[in-house]
């Protein structure tokens, strides 16, 4: 079993940037690929970037493709989302999942563990 813990989310202005973390324990975060989510008041949860086990690999949505940067050290059992240019459309709750399939998917109902959130608020 995995435990994640999102940091670094708050209240930012249009054109902001935000690093949101997410530190994993129980397991070593190398066995897993990992996901970053978002979901917005009355939303579906929202896929967002995944990163492979070693970082090889990583995967973005279209609507943040360009804006959103997804890293990962495991040597400090975390994984990074660099989000830039951010509008008010990108207010949400920010989780992260660990999944540990030996292949990357999009679907939220795939990832194993999640993190609680973290609360991202970007005001025009």
């Known amino acids: 079993q995995v435990h994640l813990v999102e940091s670094g989310g708050g209240l930012m202005q249009a054109g902001g940037s935000l690093r949101l973390s997410c530190v994993a324990s129980?397991?070593?975060?190398?066995?897993?690929?990992m996901g970053w989510f978002r979901q917005a008041p009355g939303k579906e949860r929202e896929f967002l970037a995944a990163?492979?086990?070693?970082?090889?690999?990583?995967y973005y949505a279209d609507s943040v493709k360009g804006r959103f940067t997804i890293s990962r050290d495991n040597a400090k059992n975390t994984v990074y989302l660099q989000t830039n240019s951010l509008k008010p459309e990108d207010t949400a709750v920010y989780y992260c999942a660990s999944d540990a399939a030996s292949t990357i998917v999009r679907n939220p109902e795939a990832y194993d563990y999640w993190g609680q959130g973290t609360q991202v608020t970007v005001s025009s």
């Open positions: 129980g397991r070593t975060l190398s066995s897993y690929n």
């Open positions: 990163i492979s086990r070693f970082g090889g690999n990583t």
